[in-house]
């Protein structure tokens, strides 16, 4: 086996010094051309590249929006209208679920007003 090795070695030199011996020569400008067709303009990888990033992209959309199982986060608290009573008082109307409640927010406290139905006040005549 060592002899096959060594037998080898003065050939591989050989064909070293060849390549060694080559004379280059610049591109003209129709070689250029020539191995331009052949060998494409290079823009597939970069085209396969962004449209992995995009699918990519549109999963971690779609997954932030939907939860562990596949099903989308359904919001059930949700600030259904304010008002403003000036100096930093307000009139909140947060709903959850189904329910609503009026709450007053002042700084430094949050206080439930009243919880108000589906079914508007009567007035008396």
Same mark, same amino acid.
């Given at each position: ?5 060594? *037998?080898? $070695? !003065? =050939?591989? &030199? /050989?064909?070293?010094? *060849?390549?060694?011996? /080559? ?8 070689? %250029?051309?020539? &191995? ?12 396969? =590249?962004? $449209?992995?990033?995009?699918? /990519?992209?549109?999963? $971690?959309?779609? %997954?932030?929006? #939907? ?12 600030? =259904?209208? +304010?008002?403003?009573?000036?100096? %930093?008082?307000? $009139?909140?109307?947060? &709903? ?7 709450? &007053? ?8 007003? #009243? %919880?108000?139905?589906?079914? !508007?006040? +009567?007035?008396?005549?």
């Amino acid at each position: 086996m060592l002899l096959i090795a060594v *037998a080898l $070695l !003065p =050939a591989a &030199s /050989a064909d070293e010094k *060849a390549k060694d011996a /080559a004379v280059i020569y610049p591109r003209t400008a129709e070689s %250029r051309a020539e &191995s331009a067709a052949g060998h494409g303009s290079g823009y597939g990888g970069v085209l396969v =590249a962004a $449209l992995l990033m995009a699918a /990519a992209g549109g999963w $971690l959309f779609w %997954r932030g929006r #939907t939860g562990p199982g596949g099903t989308v986060n359904v919001r059930k608290l949700a600030i =259904a209208e +304010t008002k403003s009573l000036g100096n %930093r008082q307000y $009139l909140v109307v947060a &709903s959850y679920e189904d329910k609503k409640f009026l709450l &007053s927010v002042c700084p430094g406290r949050i206080e439930l007003l #009243t %919880r108000l139905d589906a079914a !508007p006040p +009567t007035l008396l005549p």
